[in-house]
Structure formats: C-alpha cells, structure tokens
C-alpha cells in the first residue's frame, strides 16, 4: 500500500538524517575554534555555575588557568580550565547552552610524537565521532568529579602499560594544545568522508554500547 512505502521511506529519512545532522553539528563545532577569555566577573558567575570543588581539585595540584567563551561555526559555550604542572593532565568543564549540567572532561596527551591521548568525561556523545585510532575516551553517567579523577588515572596507566609508553613531564599552553587538536579534529572528520556512515551507527547504537565503559574495556 502506497501509504505504508511513504511511512517506510519517511521514518528511513529519519534513521539517516538525524545522525548526519549531528554529524555536521560535531564538525561544525570543531573547525574554526576560538577560545575568548572571559572577564572577572564573567569568571564568577561561570564557576558559581559550574559548581565544582575547587579545593578538591587544588588537592590534586590542579591550578586554576581561567575561563573563555569557546566559539566555533556550529556551537558556543562556556569554558573552565585547570591543569596540572609539568603533567599531561588537564580538567576542562564547559556549560552548553540549553544544558542544565556541565560537561566535565579531564584531558591527558600522554605523547605528541605518536598523538596518544586519553579522555575521560561525563557527556555520552563525546562517543559519536569516530576519533583518531589513538585518542582513546571513555565516558560516565552521573559519576561524580572524585569518580571521574580515579577513572581517568586508571586509564592513562592501561594505555601506558598497554602501548609501552615512557611519558615525559611537560608544560603546554592549553588552549594552544585545544585549538589544536580541534583543527586536527576538523580535518579528520573532513579529509575521510567515509567514515561519515559510522555517525548513523554511533548515534542509534555505538554511543549507548560504549558509554559507562572503562578504556581498558574499549581498547
């Protein structure tokens, strides 16, 4: 019946384009970055939104960097930075708009030479885009900032031990190294345009196989 074909075709519409709308939406958000600090005041009012323990994150030497108003083509949101001297580790917590929680992240680039990298943070959707074979990412629900900080440790010592890495201390310039690996992203996804499809399955079934995974269980 002509009317069941039109549902078939209407709802196989659906199940492609949604996803390649996100696909878009992931590469719209990572070309052209920019990262504009924010002022004193804005400053304030991002953390008292952000709602994190700053005192237990100076527990585990992170310095607070600051805040700036990340921009791309598709997207803008709110960002707070913290690192760790001489250490690859860096926190980044964002507000998105239209979201009532923050995202939170901590980033390690354990080296540049092989572009080994280890993140693990609390938004499921970070598993969407197919990443470098070595940018390694592991998400959870509602794991609190304590949680996700022993998570992540837990996962820079599989991927060292598991690819033999020496990691050497070294101080970066975050937003430098953000801006970076947001170019280096945007080509990725642009240069390779058959791994457009995998969007489809990550947003329909990859993302919800992989989220409240441990890297060591993904590698």
Avoid at 80 to 107: C, H, R, S, T
Avoid at 125 to 154: I, M, N, V
Avoid at 202 to 213: A, C, E, F, S, V
Wanted: hydrophobic share 50%; aromatic share 12%; glycine share 6%.
């Amino acid at each position: 019946m002509i009317w069941l074909e039109i549902l078939v075709f209407c709802v196989t519409l659906y199940l492609l384009i949604v996803p390649f709308a996100m696909g878009l939406l992931v590469l719209g958000s990572v070309c052209r970055v920019r990262f504009v600090p924010k002022d004193a005041a804005e400053d304030r009012e991002l953390l008292e939104e952000l709602q994190l323990d700053t005192e237990e994150l100076a527990s585990w030497g992170f310095a607070y960097l600051g805040s700036y108003a990340e921009k791309s083509l598709a997207a803008e949101s709110d960002i707070a930075l913290w690192k760790q001297p001489n250490d690859p580790a860096f926190l980044m917590a964002a507000m998105v708009a239209g979201a009532k929680e923050p995202q939170i992240a901590f980033v390690s680039v354990l080296s540049w030479e092989s572009g080994v990298s280890v993140s693990t943070g609390t938004a499921k959707s970070g598993h969407l885009p197919p990443l470098p074979k070595r940018a390694y990412l592991q998400t959870f629900e509602g794991a609190d900032l304590g949680t996700l900080w022993r998570r992540h440790q837990e996962a820079e010592v599989a991927v060292v031990e598991g690819l033999r890495l020496e990691v050497q201390p070294y101080e970066v310039d975050v937003v430098r190294l953000l801006t970076h690996v947001y170019a280096e992203l945007g080509k990725h996804f642009a240069l390779k345009p058959w791994l457009w499809p995998v969007f489809v399955w990550r947003y329909w079934i990859g993302q919800h196989l992989r989220h409240n995974k441990t890297v060591a269980e993904l590698m």
